[in-house]
């Protein structure tokens, strides 16, 4: 994987930490998360925020999708299966379903860009999270 590439998704997932106005409007009344503009904790950094079942199920679908010997690439169903989940990720964390969708719309084509450059990154959860977000 390139430096540029990672740096590019840990900058992605790092920014998650910034404030919860990045993710669109969070009030208690709409979506139960913090206020806009509030902190967002993300309760143990970059590595708990992939570390989770929307994370695993972002894996899983990479894996699915990207590994040597899979169907050719449709990348509009990859990113629409890869919203999806960013869009559960972000209800389950208190945020604007939409605003994680936003906030992360280019990581599936990066995914892209970082297996093709070392697709041993799909070989374990352990590996592939290492390559979005850096050891641990």
Do not use: W
């Amino acid at each position: 994987m390139s430096a540029a590439s990672l740096l590019r998704i840990c900058a992605v997932f790092a920014g998650l930490s910034v404030t919860g106005a990045c993710h669109g409007q969070h009030s208690p009344a709409n979506h139960g998360g913090p206020p806009a503009g509030a902190a967002v904790d993300m309760q143990g950094g970059p590595r708990a925020f992939i570390d989770n079942p929307n994370g695993r199920a972002f894996y899983a679908l990479s894996v699915a999708t990207l590994k040597p010997g899979a169907p050719p690439l449709d990348m509009a169903a990859y990113e629409a299966k890869s919203f999806a989940i960013f869009r559960a990720m972000g209800a389950a964390m208190g945020m604007s379903p939409e605003g994680m969708q936003d906030h992360l719309k280019a990581i599936p084509r990066q995914m892209v860009q970082i297996v093709k450059e070392d697709p041993k990154v799909l070989e374990s959860f352990e590996t592939f999270a290492d390559a979005l977000v850096g050891p641990k």
